[in-house]
């Protein structure tokens, strides 16, 4: 895609062009004027200069975070040698959940126009930074992120604001396109998956089985979402919805009581007495526990499954290989964003109290109440460089996948 505009002399010049990869990587701004009016197979002078071409630096979210561009910039402490080169920012932006800028704390010296969710900023009406282009809808980030009209998908959850953005959930999901929300388990697993080539009917699948599928949160909203997505790609493979037994076998993964569950978050259980690295190396290595009941279980780390996946090719795996993996990069990207803390129910510790599992002197079981110090997974606070090291991650993995 390319922007153009007319000169003054009647010659039609070609100003912007969209660099892609498997998601927008930046802009060619072009400075060179080609009169395609003219265009007859005759050859056209072109002229490469530095600068001119733009890359972004974004976030889990897709927040374009910062620009830079193609030019190198010397540093140097005695004016004859180069110590080394810094890139040259174009522009450098931070913002509150729903989009709206951060007063002070934003620099723009080349008019970028693509920001939060890695929307296009559309300023002519409403001002600098005040409205983002969706597709579907026109949001306003400074009315806590509310669209401008009606949801299209409105009449599939009738419980939900339908001018409401990302779920009301702006960090753990993100508005593709305004018309659903995307939870950014999904996103990253997706991204990451077709970045390494993987077909994306494949690559939809196993972020299905690494989001909504894994999570299998009880929130009334999550469903309709997910089917929504589904239905958007014209693929339901899973047949993610209540009425599929299969859903049944993570009807458990928002326990805060079971080892088994806990464990798929990078969590700890409220009753356990080991540190949060014992938890992570649980998630990732696996072992033998034993429940809170006594019973023995047997728990597969993420990084086992993805040594026993290697070599394989992702686009050919079966169902239940895909299942495991989407599994388990969720599990990768929960040990960096979770990174063992404590799981604790807030709908059953409601109370500034919670009980905590320990041994006495004597290496009986013992229960004491304590403050609650350790608050609910969905409460604790999740900051870019959490997500960014899960996306990390997450793209590790596939590649050790794709290695030899």
């Known amino acids: ?41 005759t050859a056209t002078l072109s002229t490469f200069t530095r600068g001119e071409k733009i890359f972004e630096l974004s976030n889990h979210l897709g927040n374009v975070l910062v620009t830079v561009n193609d030019r190198k910039v010397q540093h140097t402490t005695d004016n004859s040698t180069v110590d080394y080169w ?59 992120g509310r669209f401008f009209s009606l949801d299209p998908y409105t009449s599939k959850y009738p419980l939900e604001s339908p001018y409401s953005f990302a779920g009301n959930s702006p960090i753990i999901a993100i508005d593709k396109d305004g018309k659903f929300p995307v939870w950014t388990h999904y996103q990253m697993i997706f991204e990451n998956l077709l970045e390494a080539k993987v077909d994306k009917k494949t690559a939809h699948e196993i972020a299905l089985f690494g989001s909504t599928y894994t999570d299998h949160p009880t929130d009334w909203k999550v469903m309709p979402y997910n089917k929504i997505l589904s239905a958007n790609y014209g693929y339901n493979p899973s047949r993610l919805d209540y009425d599929n037994p299969d859903y049944e076998e993570t009807s458990e993964s928002q326990s805060d009581e079971l080892i088994s569950s806990v464990s798929i978050h990078g969590m700890r259980t409220w009753w356990e007495d080991i540190s949060p690295n014992q938890a992570v190396d649980r998630a990732l290595y696996g ?43 969720h599990t990768i990207e929960d040990c960096k964003i979770h990174n063992g803390k404590r799981w604790v129910d807030k709908h059953k510790y409601k109370a500034a109290q919670i009980k905590i599992y320990h041994k006495d002197a004597n290496g009986e079981p013992h229960i004491d109440v304590h403050k609650n110090e350790h608050p609910d997974s969905h409460e604790v606070p999740v900051n870019n460089k959490e997500h960014a090291d899960a996306n990390a991650a997450t793209k590790d993995a596939i590649k050790t996948i794709q290695t030899p």
């Open 1 to 41: 895609m390319s922007v153009y505009e007319q000169t003054g002399s009647g010659a039609t010049a070609q100003i912007e062009t969209d660099l892609y990869g498997s998601s927008r990587l930046g802009l060619q701004t072009g400075k060179s004027i080609a009169d395609v009016s003219k265009w007859n197979g």
């Open 86 to 144: 810094e890139a040259e920012v174009v522009s450098a932006n931070d913002y509150y959940p729903f989009g709206m800028g951060m007063p002070g704390r934003g620099y723009n010296a080349g008019s970028y126009r693509y920001g939060f969710n890695g929307k296009e900023n559309d300023g002519e009406i409403y001002g600098e930074g005040n409205t983002y282009n969706f597709g579907a809808r026109i949001q306003d980030p400074r009315l806590g």
């Open 287 to 329: 072992g033998t526990f034993k429940e809170l009941n006594g019973t023995v279980i047997k728990i597969k780390g993420a990084y086992q499954i993805i040594n026993e996946l290697k070599g394989k090719d992702i686009s050919k795996l079966s169902r239940k290989d895909k299942k495991m993996l989407g599994q388990a990069l």
